[in-house]
């Protein structure tokens, strides 16, 4: 049971390129979540998903965009990277009758 | 709206000797609070919950922590450090009215010397 898993680990981009996080996650949850984490600041909540084909704005969407197109994957895109993008990146689902989040490992992205 | 504000950005404890994270938080509603612990590189867990049961909750890896209404605070203990305990741990609060929204604190960076 691998739980959450993100892809790439790690990336480098150039500002201006585009990219795409992916999450899977096999615990048939219902929500997903995409979290970005910059020091001293916590974490913030870009996007969300309550369930296959549905997406939300969170606190700081501006920049991103997301797709479910899959109950068990959501991505996480960017469509031309800005510097101010560098950050780690956190996937997260619950199930619907939970508030407990299971992470993913996190996404480390540096845009230069 | 729902806040929470973690009130010490790092925290240095020599290795054997208790340990205090502080929390107080802000819910127009009854809160679910949580702390979660990060170790370097890896995502974050669960250390434990409080969700209007018992207000003393005790977590994994010997952590407890007190829901105090009248102070709006929820402070993360542990007797004894560990070095293990090295980490960023942060405190979240959800409102089940608000849609079950986490907001997070700013967390606390904890440093465990031998």
């Known amino acids: 049971n691998a739980g959450v898993t993100q892809t790439p680990k790690f990336r480098v981009l150039k500002t201006g390129q585009s990219m795409t996080l992916l999450c899977a996650q096999d615990?048939?949850?219902?929500?997903m979540y995409w979290y970005r984490q910059d020091p001293g600041m916590g974490l913030r909540l870009i996007h969300y998903s309550v369930g296959e084909g549905t997406t939300a704005k969170g606190e700081v969407p501006d920049g991103y965009n997301v797709s479910r197109l899959k109950k068990q994957n959501f991505l996480l895109g960017l469509e031309s990277a800005a510097p101010s993008q560098t950050s780690v990146y956190f996937c997260?689902?619950?199930?619907?009758?939970?508030?407990?989040?299971?992470f993913g490992a996190g996404s480390r992205l540096t845009v230069l | 709206a729902q806040s929470v504000t973690q009130l010490d950005s790092h925290v240095s404890v020599s290795e054997g000797t208790p340990v205090l994270l502080r929390c107080n938080y802000s819910s127009s509603y009854s809160p679910s609070l949580f702390w979660y612990v990060q170790h370097p590189n890896k995502g974050l867990q669960l250390l434990l919950k409080y969700t209007s049961a018992a207000t003393l909750v005790k977590g994994i890896n010997g952590f407890e922590a007190e829901f105090k209404k009248s102070e709006t605070s929820f402070h993360l203990t542990k007797p004894s450090a560990h070095m293990s305990d090295a980490a960023e741990y942060f405190c979240?609060?959800?409102?089940?009215?608000?849609?079950?929204?986490?907001?997070f604190g700013g967390g606390t960076r904890v440093l465990v010397k031998p």
């Open positions: 979240v609060v959800t409102v089940k009215a608000a849609g079950n929204k986490l907001t």
């Open positions: 997260a689902s619950r199930g619907s009758g939970a508030n407990v989040l299971t």
């Open positions: 615990m048939n949850h219902e929500y």
